[in-house]
C-alpha cells in the first residue's frame, strides 16, 4: 500500500490567483496522477506526473494553466494558475502500486475560488 | 482510449436487499476492473477488484462478475447496511499503462 499526504486540504483563493497543491508518498512510485472531481461526480484525470520528464496531460488540460512538477520519486505538486470560479473542484493525487493495479489517492484539496 | 460507462447514477435500496451497479468498457486492452468506495467528504478507497483472466470474485457481502466478451462487469452487494451508503465508482485499466478510468459513480443510498 502507499501513504499520500496532500496539502492544503481546502484553501479560498481570488480569481487571477495561482494555488500550489503538494503530495508526498511514503515510497518511491514511477507515476503521479492528478484528478480533478467536481462535487457530485466522477475523477476526471488531469495529468499524469513522470519524473525527469514533462508530465502527459489529458485532453482538455494544457500545462500553462495546470503546470505539474515532479521532482523526485515521492513528491509532486500540480499548480492551478490564473484561477476562476471554474477552477472551483476538489484536486487529488494518486499512485498505484507496484503491479500498477490498485489506486491509492490523498485526502484531496477541496479548492474554492471567489 | 478507453471509455467506461457506469449504471445506475443513483440507487436507493432497503436495508437488507441487495443491490447491483453495472459497468461497461471499451478498451479490449483493459486487464484489471477494481472498484472504489468514496464516502462523503473521504477519499475513494479499493473494496475489490478482478482481473481479465478470472469471471467472478467474492469477498464477504460483495462480489464482482466480469464478461470479457461483451466487455462489462458488475458488483453486487448482498445484505446492504446503512454504512454500505456511498457512492461507488468502477474502473477500468491496463496495467502496462497503470491509467485508471473511472466511471461516473453510482450514489447509493441504503435506507434502514
Known amino acids: 500500500s502507499a501513504v499520500i499526504s496532500q496539502k492544503p486540504s481546502r484553501d479560498i483563493c481570488q480569481r487571477g490567483t495561482s494555488l500550489t497543491i503538494q503530495c508526498q508518498v511514503d515510497s518511491q512510485v514511477t507515476m503521479m496522477f492528478w484528478y480533478r472531481q467536481q462535487p457530485g461526480q466522477s475523477l476526471t484525470l488531469i495529468a499524469t506526473?513522470?519524473?525527469?520528464?514533462?508530465?502527459?496531460?489529458e485532453s482538455g488540460f494544457v500545462i500553462d494553466k495546470f503546470p505539474i512538477s515532479r521532482p523526485n520519486l515521492t513528491f509532486s505538486t500540480l499548480t492551478v494558475s490564473n484561477m476562476s470560479p471554474e477552477d472551483s473542484s476538489i484536486y487529488l493525487c494518486?499512485?498505484?502500486?507496484?503491479?500498477?493495479?490498485?489506486?491509492?489517492f490523498g485526502q484531496g484539496t477541496r479548492l474554492t475560488v471567489v | 482510449g478507453e471509455n467506461v460507462e457506469q449504471h445506475p447514477s443513483t440507487l436507493s435500496v432497503q436495508e437488507g436487499d441487495s443491490a447491483v451497479i453495472k459497468c461497461t468498457y471499451s478498451d479490449s486492452a483493459s486487464n484489471y476492473f477494481p472498484w472504489y468506495k468514496q464516502e462523503l467528504g473521504k477519499r475513494p478507497q479499493l473494496i475489490i477488484d478482478?482481473?481479465?483472466?478470472?469471471g467472478e470474485k467474492k469477498d464477504q457481502r460483495i462480489a464482482v462478475t466480469l464478461n470479457k466478451t461483451a466487455k462489462h462487469f458488475s458488483l453486487h452487494i448482498t445484505e446492504t447496511q446503512p454504512e454500505d451508503s456511498a457512492v461507488y465508482f468502477c474502473?477500468?485499466?491496463?496495467?502496462?499503462?497503470?491509467?485508471?478510468?473511472f466511471g461516473d459513480g453510482t450514489t447509493l443510498t441504503v435506507k434502514p
Open positions: 494518486s499512485v498505484v502500486d507496484r503491479a500498477n493495479t490498485e489506486a491509492f
Open positions: 506526473a513522470n519524473q525527469g520528464s514533462e508530465a502527459t496531460y
Open positions: 478482478i482481473r481479465s483472466n478470472v
Open positions: 474502473a477500468a485499466l491496463n496495467t502496462n499503462a497503470g491509467k485508471s478510468t
